[in-house]
């Protein structure tokens, strides 16, 4: 079954800094884009950041823009977020997944795996 | 910055047919995409490129997209189809999601 686990989540001084983690299996996790996202407690689904298969195209969202930066290592078929400068309005579940397509932005796209998810609490 | 607005909830009867919508400047230009999520679960992707079903999505999840708006529809609403849903779409290399409808089956 194709999975993403995601880890490094926990309770951190604000300022302070994060590196989350994706680990992908059973696809061929070179061949697609992938994300984060991010979702405070009984509020909506935010996209923080996205990266294409060979790390060539990255957005952000303006929210993390400048404190945030996503990275992929495609030979540990690994997803990561490095997250600086954090906020209290940064807390919430983070998703790491994947996209149907190569490239992150394009309109075709759609994320079709998620992980369960890990929690950052800045406080 | 783009926005796509959605209605807080939508009621159904079983059997019957929901329509969530989601509305955006010239949606109907690019293409949309849905999301079911279930209390305590993560996202699950139902539709694609406006009108497009992953594998294992049941035939009952249809959507459009036209104009300003993009619409999911469920046809035979079970009870199972309660949950939030999430319309999303690209805007200059950033994703939007909507706020989010809350669908109640009763």
């Known amino acids: 079954e194709v999975q993403l686990v995601e880890s490094g989540g926990g309770l951190v001084q604000p300022g302070r800094s994060l590196r989350l983690s994706c680990a992908a299996s059973?696809?061929?996790?070179?061949?697609?884009?992938m994300h984060w996202v991010r979702q405070v407690p009984g509020k909506g689904l935010e996209w923080v950041s996205g990266i294409s298969w060979d790390s060539g195209s990255i957005g952000y969202a303006d929210s993390v823009k400048g404190r945030f930066t996503i990275s992929r290592d495609n030979a540990k078929n690994s997803l990561y977020l490095q997250m600086n400068t954090l906020r209290a309005e940064d807390t919430a579940l983070y998703y790491c997944?994947?996209?149907?397509?190569?490239?992150?932005?394009?309109?075709?796209?759609?994320?079709?795996?998620w992980g369960q998810g890990t929690t950052v609490t800045v406080s | 910055s783009y926005e796509l607005t959605q209605p807080p909830s939508v009621s159904v009867s079983p059997g019957q047919t929901a329509s969530i919508t989601c509305s955006g400047d010239?949606?109907?230009?690019?293409?949309a995409s849905w999301y079911q999520q279930k209390p305590g679960q993560s996202p699950v992707l139902v539709i694609y490129?406006?009108?497009k079903r992953p594998s294992g999505i049941p035939e009952r999840f249809s959507g459009s997209n036209s104009g300003n708006t993009a619409t999911l529809t469920i046809s035979g609403t079970q009870a199972m189809d309660e949950a939030d849903y999430y319309c999303?779409?690209?805007?200059?290399?950033?994703?939007?999601f909507g706020g989010g409808t809350k669908l109640t089956v009763l």
């Open positions: 997944a994947k996209d149907r397509t190569m490239i992150q932005g394009v309109s075709a796209g759609g994320m079709d795996v």
């Open positions: 999303q779409a690209w805007d200059s290399s950033t994703a939007v």
């Open positions: 010239k949606l109907g230009d690019i293409y």
């Open positions: 059973v696809f061929t996790f070179d061949d697609y884009a």
């Open positions: 490129q406006d009108t």
